[in-house]
């Protein structure tokens, strides 16, 4: 069964941290995303990338990076956290357009 | 700019009822897809539609492309708790097919017993 595996389903952390959230995917896909998912405010955007080392901007990559050193492997860097990044972040990978693989996600609080 | 619509947002009906949810847009996709979401976990696709006009079954869910690919419907028979869930709708617009999903805000769906 294919997966996409995120490396922690909670995590508090405290303002002012540098918080990596990690995600990888056993199926061989090219594509991978990430995702912050907010009441009233949907699924959005946060990074993604093609290829191995190459990575694209989303619709809301302020106060995040992101690192993909192998093609399976795709981390999201908060490199100071703020309150405002608590969230639920989502990881998916895909073939093609025609339908992403979520991972369950990551349930942040900055504290 | 919110390119997808989807409605209702919430919806609580009994066990055993019809539903239908919608997802609207003023622009063209080359496909919609659906996704659901329980909650604590991410979402899970149920299905893709592609080509204008197409109704795909899935057990008692029914989804429907528009004629002019520009919206799409869920429609649950008989529906069952185990239908309770957030239902997401998503696809990517055309022109300039990026690859990068749009996502609706989401129906909220509760089916009591």
């Known amino acids: 069964d294919v997966k996409v595996t995120q490396s922690s389903r909670y995590l508090v952390k405290r303002t002012g941290e540098k918080v990596f959230l990690e995600c990888v995917q056993d199926m061989d896909h090219e594509n991978m995303f990430w995702y912050r998912q907010d009441p009233g405010l949907g699924l959005r955007l946060i990074y993604f990338s093609y290829d191995v080392k190459m990575k694209e901007k989303g619709d809301i990559p302020e106060g995040y990076s992101v690192s993909r050193e192998k093609k399976e492997r795709f981390s999201l860097i908060l490199e100071s956290a703020s309150t405002n990044q608590t969230s639920m972040y989502l990881c998916a990978s895909s073939l093609s357009l025609y339908g992403y693989t979520f991972g369950s996600g990551t349930r942040l609080t900055v504290v | 700019t919110q390119l997808l619509e989807q409605s209702p947002q919430f919806l609580s009906i009994q066990e055993g009822e019809n539903l239908t949810v919608y997802c609207n847009s003023s622009s063209v996709f080359s496909s919609l897809q659906w996704y659901r979401q329980e909650p604590g976990e991410g979402p899970v696709l149920l299905v893709t539609?592609?080509?204008?006009?197409e109704v795909k079954k899935l057990k008692r869910l029914t989804f429907q492309f528009g004629d002019a690919r520009k919206d799409s419907s869920l429609h649950i028979t008989a529906a069952q708790p185990g239908d309770t869930g957030l239902y997401l709708c998503?696809?990517?617009?055309?022109?300039?097919?990026?690859?990068?999903?749009?996502f609706g805000q989401g129906t909220t769906l509760q089916v009591k017993p």
């Open positions: 998503a696809g990517v617009p055309l022109p300039g097919n990026t690859g990068k999903l749009i």
């Open positions: 539609v592609v080509t204008g006009g």
